[in-house]
């Protein structure tokens, strides 16, 4: 059985930082990329990054380059996001999840329908 579990979420001030993991069980997580999406209240799905099998290959949205950082630690089957200096519109619901299929050196799809797992997610709530 696949799982994904997200955690690491909460209420943060304007310019706080998260770290949010995701542990898997069940897939193959190393012979995987995986990639972070969200869901703010109202909204359309966003991808937010992608990261590849080992590592050595990451994509951002423009949204969030610069002030997140996707990483993974295939041992401890988990994904991480580190967010940094968090703005109200980073409001969301966060999903890791493993994208059917990839392009290398293209970004992930905004598309819940192109992912074959994904977690059920954590709430970010940025607000002072």
């Known amino acids: 059985q696949v799982q994904l579990v997200e955690s690491g979420g909460g209420l943060v001030q304007p310019g706080g930082s998260l770290r949010l993991s995701c542990l898997a069980s069940?897939?193959?997580?190393?012979?995987?990329?995986m990639s972070w999406l969200r869901q703010g209240p109202g909204k359309d799905p966003e991808w937010l990054a992608i990261?590849?099998?080992?590592?050595?290959?990451?994509a951002y949205a423009d949204a969030v380059k610069g002030r997140f950082t996707i990483s993974r630690d295939n041992d401890k089957e988990t994904l991480y996001l580190q967010m940094n200096n968090l703005k109200p519109e980073d409001t969301a619901q966060y999903y890791c999840?493993?994208?059917?299929?990839?392009?290398?050196?293209?970004?992930?799809?905004?598309?819940?329908?192109?992912?074959?797992?994904r977690g059920q997610g954590t709430q970010v709530t940025v607000s002072s």
């Open positions: 999840a493993r994208p059917k299929s990839v392009i290398p050196g293209m970004p992930g799809s905004s598309s819940f329908d192109q992912y074959d797992f």
């Open positions: 990261i590849s099998t080992t590592g050595t290959f990451t």
């Open positions: 069940g897939l193959p997580f190393s012979q995987k990329y």
